[in-house]
């Protein structure tokens, strides 16, 4: 197991997420950013046994991307991010997370493969240790697993 006896993840969402359920349900489904933090919530026990670990999980989400960003530096250790549109437009995003020594997966709600152009190219994946998307809300539990699997020696 890693040095740590305990883990602070970070699970943190970008721009709009905020208003998940009711944006574009026919893309991103009608459960509300409550309802995946609860569900994540819900299955850490689970995790901590699974991992062997004490887990501790903090939700963040920010429309603001200064925000966003200053929440990355904080010390974790580890986060799932989806960054939303940020994914395919900030720089300043990208060159943070190529700066900060943190170990993150980027997951995404929609299949952004299948999505138009622009939202086809990630300017953040290159500086995760891996990329989940596609799968709805459970792409956070699949991304949150191979995270704590790279934590765990």
């Known amino acids: 197991m890693t040095n740590h006896k305990k883990l602070k993840i970070l699970i943190a969402n970008g721009v709009n997420l905020d208003i998940l359920g009711s944006r574009q349900p026919e893309i991103y489904g009608f459960q509300q950013l409550k309802d995946l933090e609860n569900g994540l919530s ?52 990208a060159d943070r997370l190529a700066g900060i020594d943190l170990k993150f997966v980027e997951v995404h709600i929609s299949n952004i493969s299948r999505r ?9 994946a290159k500086h995760a240790i891996g990329v ?19 934590l765990i020696d």
């Open 42 to 93: 819900e299955r850490r026990l689970e995790l901590q046994k699974f991992f062997g670990c004490e887990l501790e999980f903090e939700f963040f989400q920010s429309n603001h991307e200064g925000a966003f960003l200053d929440e990355l530096s904080k010390p974790w250790d580890g986060a799932v991010i989806n960054p939303a549109a940020w994914t395919h437009t900030s720089l300043a995003l």
């Open 132 to 150: 989940v998307y596609g799968f709805g809300i459970p792409s956070y539990i699949t991304g949150l697993f191979g995270l704590l699997e790279s």
């Open 116 to 124: 138009e152009e622009i939202r086809q190219k990630s300017l953040t």
